[in-house]
């Protein structure tokens, strides 16, 4: 497990506790704990967007729909929503990440970069709806 699946996780927690109801200061909260406040891992943007993309969407249980994250359009974002839907038709795809990605991005070579973390972790803990 990476330190994004737990962030991720750690973040949904935080918001279902009441700690926060915003996913960006979850986020934040989870990151600084994690990997320090202000250090590189606690601002790396690829899961933090994919975090916030799965939010914005309505995909995480109890998280309304919303406008979290800074950019109109994420790239982060829309991988991590087209990695639900085939995850939800293949839930294989779960247990191997490399290939998931690959789908995502239709074989284009772009390197990973935690964003199926993210998705793995919330959808493993069923924080994703329906």
């Not at 700690?19 to 406040?37: C, H, M, Q, R, Y």
């Not at 990695?83 to 239709?106: G, H, S």
Request: hydrophobic share 35%; charged share 25%; net charge positive.
């Amino acid at each position: 497990m990476s330190k994004y699946d737990q962030a991720a996780n750690k973040a949904v927690e935080l918001i279902y506790q009441g700690v926060t109801n915003s996913p960006v200061e979850a986020w934040d909260i989870a990151t600084s704990e994690l990997f320090g406040k202000g250090t590189w891992g606690q601002k790396k943007g690829c899961p933090k967007n994919a975090f916030l993309g799965l939010c914005e969407e309505g995909c995480i249980e109890g998280i309304p729909k919303g406008l979290y994250n800074t950019r109109r359009k994420s790239k982060n974002k829309d991988y991590a929503i087209k990695a639900v839907k085939l995850i939800k038709v293949q839930p294989n795809l779960l247990e191997d990440i490399k290939e998931l990605w690959n789908k995502v991005t239709n074989n284009s070579g772009i390197s990973h970069n935690h964003q199926m973390d993210v998705v793995k972790a919330v959808y493993k803990k069923n924080y994703i709806q329906g």
